[in-house]
């Protein structure tokens, strides 16, 4: 049973913290940063139970480091850096304690791994959980990264592993639970994402890259985003889309590609660049430990065109998750 609101805030940690970089945190009416003069990034996510988890197969404590990852990935986007996060939480007034306690010790463990601190927030009960973070961060002294910066000619870039995000929510949907190392792997891509953020950084630090945005619906459907706000069009290889061996083992080839394009909640970053700009962007990999992949090209007309062996191949009829359009559960 959860007590009342400042004894559930003292119970689980949050109460009278006050972490580095945080003038005045939880307990007063707004919370004062301490920040050098800069630009400023703004950005909110909410992970919303039904809609983006299932309780009854998610660990509270992943659920914490996910509520975190997502707003840092949005910050990486920019190619920023996060400060401080407030956190609005809505809870069941009959949910166990034990669980809020694992869903802070969760989030707390990756505000430290991301260098960001718990400043305040609020509380209430409702029927569901609801986490909503605001996370503010600082941007890159060449400025943001924005979407809308692609050009005709850049190279377009994704790093990481897309897709697996993506299978290891159906393995979650199944109800099924086993010891394959494989399946193991998929479904921690889904509930524990990692933000992208060194590779972010380094990307921004650079100032070479033209446009970046997380993948958080899908390849397809981010990449449509970049196109929208830049005004511009793009080629892709299929065959220079990555597809992990887990990916691949799980789920057969073809299935493999088309969640690699469509899948969401991935968080990895899809930017593009000058073809000039190929040794900054795999000096920015090798420093970030992240791997890039060059999987197409921007083109001046509007359309996304979707190449395989030198024809072109049919893109998927479902590009990517829409909001109210689709309400999978992860």
């Given at each position: ?15 009278g913290s006050?972490p ?33 988890f299932?309780?009854d197969?998610?660990?509270?404590a992943?659920?914490?480091h ?7 990935s ?6 920023g850096?996060?400060?401080?996060f407030?956190?609005?939480l809505t ?5 166990d304690?034990e ?11 990756a ?6 601190a ?9 029927p569901?959980v ?16 924005l ?5 005709p ?6 790093s990481?592993?897309?897709?697996e995000?993506a ?5 979650v949907l199944?109800g099924?639970?086993d ?5 193991q ?14 590779l ?13 945005i997380?993948?958080s ?5 981010d990449l ?10 793009a ?14 083992s799980a ?12 899948g969401?909640?991935?968080y990895?970053l899809?930017?593009?660049?000058p073809?000039e700009?190929r ?21 001046a007309g ?6 395989e062996?030198?024809?072109?191949a049919p ?7 829409e ?5 999978r559960?992860g």
């Amino acid at each position: 049973m959860i007590p009342g609101e400042f004894d559930l805030l003292r119970a689980i940690g949050i109460l009278g913290s006050r972490p580095e970089g945080v003038a005045v945190g939880p307990g007063d009416d707004t919370a004062v940063l301490d920040l050098p003069a800069c630009r400023l990034l703004f950005t909110a996510d909410a992970v919303v139970e039904g809609v983006h988890f299932l309780r009854d197969r998610t660990d509270p404590a992943d659920l914490g480091h996910k509520v975190v990852a997502v707003n840092v990935s949005d910050v990486a986007a920019m190619g920023g850096t996060p400060v401080a996060f407030t956190l609005t939480l809505t809870v069941p007034p009959d949910l166990d304690l034990e669980w809020l306690r694992a869903f802070h010790g969760g989030l707390s463990a990756a505000a430290r791994a991301y260098g960001c601190a718990l400043a305040g927030g609020d509380t209430t009960a409702g029927p569901a959980v609801v986490l909503s973070a605001a996370l503010l961060g600082t941007g890159p002294e060449a400025g943001p990264v924005l979407r809308s910066g692609a050009r005709p000619g850049d190279d377009i870039y994704v790093s990481g592993s897309p897709g697996e995000s993506a299978a290891g929510l159906e393995r979650v949907l199944s109800g099924r639970r086993d010891d394959d190392p494989v399946w193991q792997r998929l479904v921690r891509r889904h509930q524990r994402p990692e933000a992208r953020l060194a590779l972010g950084r380094s990307l921004g630090a650079s100032g070479r890259v033209t446009a970046m945005i997380d993948l958080s619906d899908g390849l397809l459907q981010d990449l449509g985003h970049v196109l929208s706000a830049s005004g511009a069009g793009a080629d892709l290889e299929l065959a220079k889309v990555p597809v992990s061996a887990d990916l691949r083992s799980a789920m057969g080839l073809p299935r493999a590609r088309e969640l690699a394009l469509v899948g969401g909640e991935d968080y990895e970053l899809l930017f593009t660049a000058p073809p000039e700009a190929r040794a900054a962007v795999a000096a920015a990999a090798r420093a970030s430990g992240t791997a890039v992949h060059r999987i197409g090209r921007i083109a001046a007309g509007p359309g996304l065109r979707l190449w395989e062996g030198g024809r072109e191949a049919p893109l998927p009829a479902v590009r990517g998750y829409e909001h109210f359009c689709d309400g999978r559960p992860g």
